[in-house]
């Protein structure tokens, strides 16, 4: 049994932060984003942080991971604090729902 046929997945992309990235890439599994939610959206802030280490092969996973998508933030959320370095970034969600993919 799949676990989305016993928990309803939002429809639509969801937004990372670098943390489920890094965890999913970590066991070579990036492919469950997928499976759970059929596309994931990365701001560009996040890319660059997942990005800072280990680029190469970083760089390759993200590659052959075609349903992840870096985005830019439209201005409202990339001013709030919530995606941009500063002391306010450990509030950031892990998973985001979102319809839409913003900036787009």
Do not use: H
């Amino acid at each position: 049994m799949s676990l989305s046929a016993t928990w309803n997945m939002p429809e639509g992309p969801v937004v990372l932060n670098n943390t489920p990235l890094v965890a999913f890439w970590a066991i070579g599994r990036l492919d469950l984003l997928r499976d759970l939610f059929g596309e994931a959206l990365i701001p560009q802030a996040v890319q660059a942080e997942f990005l800072a280490m280990e680029r190469s092969s970083r760089e390759r996973a993200l590659a052959e991971a075609t349903w992840i998508r870096s985005v830019t933030l439209a201005p409202s959320l990339a001013g709030s604090g919530i995606y941009g370095p500063g002391p306010r970034r450990g509030r950031s969600l892990g998973l985001w729902p979102r319809k839409g993919a913003p900036g787009s």
